[in-house]
């Protein structure tokens, strides 16, 4: 293991500001012209004008041009990996997920956890990487070592994830592929509920373990109600609404493979099927077509509308029109559980999004709830733009 940094970058001065209030990117317009070329992914030492190390990261070609793994004039040794993921085992022992009977959750979750561009979860006994930038994918020797001494032998299997997350051109390079042991049926158990997982094929890593709380929440208002959960995925809220009492469930989504997952989670947890139905269908069609005032609950859980900033105008357009549709369309005194992952699309841009949208609709609305990621997804108090996932509860007069 090559645990030594080679190169450093200095930043031109005054850049350094940012790296004192422990921001963890820093932007290619903050790198002075004395850096000279480095390799995409390199593991760098950085810099003020002076000389004096502010820390480390990965250098990236791009507009975020660094993002700091490490704060200060500390070296690069095995004890920085060693510190990182017993610290996130520690904060997620806190949760104390297994008297809620819960087997999985999230790891290491990016800046949260101070380690930008890695995301592990943890299903039971199998633990899924997904590296979001080159430099931490080249890492994934350590990261693969630092899981198996962290577990011992509770993980059986470890899977890289990475393909889909990573640039075009460095993903051609590689393949999602098992990194340790065989990979079994992947089974977990989340709030005493059972969700079968595919970590190979599935999206993201195989479930949304971010909406953990908001399930359950969901859980407190399902008992009786005819609820539609739309990109309902693999069902997480579905299993939630018909594990708690509710009286009927459609799960839309335009994916069939992910309605077979969500079949699979049907049966076990032994749910009557005649309390539920799957609609393949796209939501936006769904939903126009929708008779008025059928469903009292309507969850709407869409995938990131926006992955840029250049797509922020047309993902805000569409959170606008789907939400305008599911509050004329649901019944008076009606809940509407609402959300954007869209990064780009912060907390403040969705709910005047969803007040517009309220205006258009002409109906009187409450906000109840204000919603985000679970605890398991930290959020870094110096680092904003990790709280990326936004929800609120409506009550629709």
């Not at 932007?27 to 480095?38: Q, T, V």
């Not at 990965?58 to 993921?85: C, P």
């Not at 309902?232 to 708690?244: C, E, K, P, T």
């Not at 079949?263 to 609609?279: A, G, P, V």
Request: glycine fraction near 6%; hydrophobic fraction near 35%; charged fraction near 20%.
């Amino acid at each position: 293991m090559d645990l030594k940094i080679k190169n450093s970058i200095e930043l031109k001065k005054g850049k350094e500001t940012n790296l004192y209030r422990k921001h963890p990117w820093v932007f290619s317009g903050a790198l002075s012209d004395n850096s000279g070329p480095h390799e995409d992914g390199e593991l760098v030492y950085v810099t003020d004008y002076k000389k004096e190390r502010l820390g480390f990261g990965h250098y990236h070609d791009g507009s975020i041009a660094i993002k700091m793994l490490s704060f200060g004039n500390a070296d690069y040794t095995d004890e920085f990996w060693r510190d990182r993921f017993n610290n996130a085992l520690i904060a997620r022992k806190q949760l104390q997920l297994e008297a809620q009977q819960t087997n999985c959750y999230r790891l290491i979750h990016g800046e949260g956890d101070q380690l930008p561009g890695l995301i592990i979860d943890i299903f039971n006994n199998v633990a899924v990487i997904q590296c979001h930038t080159i430099g931490m994918h080249r890492q994934i020797g350590v990261i693969t070592e630092s899981i198996q001494s962290l577990f011992l032998n509770k993980i059986q299997c470890i899977v890289d994830k990475s393909k889909e997350s990573l640039p075009a051109a460095y993903a051609q390079t590689i393949h999602n592929t098992i990194l340790f042991g065989e990979y079994p049926d992947v089974t977990c158990t989340e709030n005493a509920l059972h969700f079968a997982i595919d970590c190979l094929t599935g999206q993201k890593t195989g479930f949304f373990l971010d909406q953990r709380e908001n399930r359950k929440l969901l859980s407190q208002y399902a008992n009786g109600r005819t609820i539609l959960n739309a990109f309902s995925y693999s069902g997480g809220f579905s299993i939630y609404a018909l594990g708690h009492g509710a009286k009927q469930v459609h799960s839309v989504d335009v994916s069939q493979k992910a309605l077979n997952l969500l079949h699979q989670n049907l049966l076990l947890n032994h749910f009557d099927q005649d309390t539920h139905q799957s609609i393949c269908a796209d939501v936006n069609d769904y939903l126009k077509n929708l008779q008025s005032d059928y469903y009292d609950l309507i969850v709407l859980d869409p995938p990131a509308f926006a992955k840029s900033i250049a797509k922020k105008h047309s993902a805000v357009q569409a959170y606008k029109r789907i939400n305008l549709l599911a509050l004329k369309k649901i019944k008076k005194n009606g809940l509407l559980f609402t959300f954007s992952c869209s990064q780009v699309v912060d907390e403040a841009l969705f709910y005047n999004t969803i007040v517009s949208a309220g205006i258009e609709s002409g109906r009187n609305i409450r906000v109840l709830h204000k919603l985000t990621q679970g605890p398991d997804h930290p959020v870094s108090l110096f680092h904003v733009e990790g709280s990326y996932l936004k929800g609120l509860v409506l009550l629709v007069d």
